[in-house]
């Protein structure tokens, strides 16, 4: 059983993190990637075509119903949460969460409740401190927890609550997150400490 998802929270830095993150991952990276990336409700598009340019993989918004696939970066549009569905994405204009509509916990919580231990959920910078607790329940349903080294960060609030919230995660440089990617992308997923093969 292998991982399925790599899921990836960020707000305030967002944009230089990610495009550091992207571009050091290769072009056939086998795993879909799901971003939320915090921004006003009437954001352009403008983030995905400047996350295309520093990366091999496709990167596009995501649109209700679309299908998880690999090698691909999916956006979470503005205004919108993500549900992480079996083998999908699905939009929803529910209640902002921690002042967030997309929100990361919201994200994370479907990742987590879908793909329990097959998730890998990464946070990076931000000014706040959404992605906490749904990092928290990606590690308790067996999954991967990755956090950037707030030292790194553009705004460390964000991934100092992680830590807070999940100190079993892993909190690496925003330079090695890729490497650690690709090297969980080419291994079994894990329930506890014990591996599933």
């Keep these: 059983m292998s991982y399925s998802v790599v899921v990836i929270g960020t707000s305030w830095g967002g944009l230089a993190a990610l495009s550091t993150l992207l571009h050091d991952l290769p072009g056939d990276f086998n795993l879909p990637i799901v971003v939320v990336q915090h921004r006003g409700k009437d954001s ?6 400047l996350l295309q340019d520093t990366t091999e993989l496709n990167v596009c918004e995501i649109e209700d119903k679309e299908p998880l696939t690999p090698g691909t970066v ?5 205004n919108y949460h ?16 921690r002042f967030s509509r997309p929100s990361i916990d919201v994200m994370f919580m479907s990742a987590a409740d879908t793909y329990a231990a097959r ?5 990076l910078t931000g000014a706040n401190e959404d ?3 749904g990092l928290a329940q990606i590690v308790k349903r067996g999954g991967v927890g990755l956090i950037q080294d ?9 991934p100092v ?7 079993s995660a892993q909190t690496l440089p925003l330079a090695a997150l890729a490497p650690k990617l690709i090297e969980l992308s080419q291994e079994p997923a894990t329930v506890g400490a014990r591996r599933v093969v």
């Design 44 to 49: 352009e598009r403008l983030l995905t075509e």
């Design 74 to 78: 999916h956006i979470a549009p503005a």
């Design 82 to 97: 993500v549900l992480i569905e079996d083998g999908y994405l699905s939009l929803n204009t529910d209640d902002m969460v």
């Design 119 to 123: 998730a890998i959920g990464v946070v």
């Design 131 to 133: 992605g906490s607790r």
């Design 150 to 158: 707030p030292k790194t960060a553009e705004i460390p609030i964000m």
């Design 161 to 167: 609550a992680a830590i807070k919230a999940v100190p």
